[in-house]
Antibody, heavy 120, light 106 residues
Framework: QLQLQEAGPELVKPSETLSLTCTVSGGSISSSDYYWGWVRQPPGKGLEWIGNIHYSGRTNYNPSLKSRVTISVDTSKNHFSLNLSSVTAAETAVYYC????????????WGQGSLVTVSS | SYDLTQPVSVSVALGQTARITCGGNNIGSKNVQWYQQKSGQAPVVVIYRDYNRPSGIPERFSGFNSENTATLTISRAQVGDEADYYCQVWDSSAAVFGGGTKLTVL
């Protein structure tokens, strides 16, 4: 049973960098069939895709966030990470990690989500 | 950027059929996914590639996509179907979500 678990600070100051890690258990991150990515959801609002990464290192980013986002993968630890720089209060959200199955291109497994608050 | 438009809310009587639309420019040329998100939970895919159901999703959920509108249909609506529903497409290797539709079962 695949599980994804987000981890990282719950509180980040404005203008600083938000960093989260998603640990994958019950499956290998080094499978060619999947991309691993991040989606966020501000309280009471809709879903926004941030980006994803293949274990080979290939990345795709939301154009509106691309200049501030870095997603990386560590196959030895079976986890991947998100760095989002220069955050503002408007980026307070639940951040989900999710796996995309390339045979169908849908986000088929999700973490439970991690609420990150941006505030001084 | 590619925009997807969904109604904010849809209501359906218990046991009746609910239809949730997702509008986009020539969306019929793209593959559409639908996600169900219940309160306080992570989203779950209910339809992928326009009309395909992942294992475990009831046959009551179906999808159709043509021209400028994709539609998620939920037959014999149940109280347990109350949730937010999001459509999603890929545009130049980036995922785009619709704004979401809150389904209420009366």
């Amino acid at each position: 049973q695949l599980q994804l678990q987000e981890a990282g600070p719950e509180l980040v100051k404005p203008s600083e960098t938000l960093s989260l890690t998603c640990t994958v258990s019950g499956g290998s991150i080094s499978s060619s069939d999947y991309y691993w990515g991040w989606v966020r959801q501000p309280p009471g609002k809709g879903l926004e895709w941030i980006g994803n990464i293949h274990y080979s290192g290939r990345t795709n980013y939301n154009p509106s966030l691309k200049s501030r986002v870095t997603i990386s993968v560590d196959t030895s630890k079976n986890h991947f990470s998100l760095n989002l720089s220069s955050v503002t209060a408007a980026e307070t959200a639940v951040y989900y990690c999710a796996r995309t199955y390339i045979n169908g291109w849908y986000l088929e497994s999700w973490g439970q989500g991690s609420l990150v608050t941006v505030s001084s | 950027s590619y925009d997807l438009t969904q109604p904010v809310s849809v209501s359906v009587a218990l046991g009746q059929t609910a239809r949730i639309t997702c509008g986009g420019n020539n969306i019929g040329s793209k593959n559409v996914q639908w996600y169900q998100q219940k309160s306080g939970q992570a989203p779950v895919v209910v339809i992928y590639r326009d009309y395909n159901r992942p294992s475990g999703i009831p046959e009551r959920f179906s999808g159709f996509n043509s021209e400028n509108t994709a539609t998620l249909t939920i037959s014999r609506a149940q109280v347990g179907d109350e949730a937010d529903y999001y459509c999603q497409v890929w545009d130049s290797s980036a995922a785009v979500f619709g704004g979401g539709t809150k389904l209420t079962v009366l």
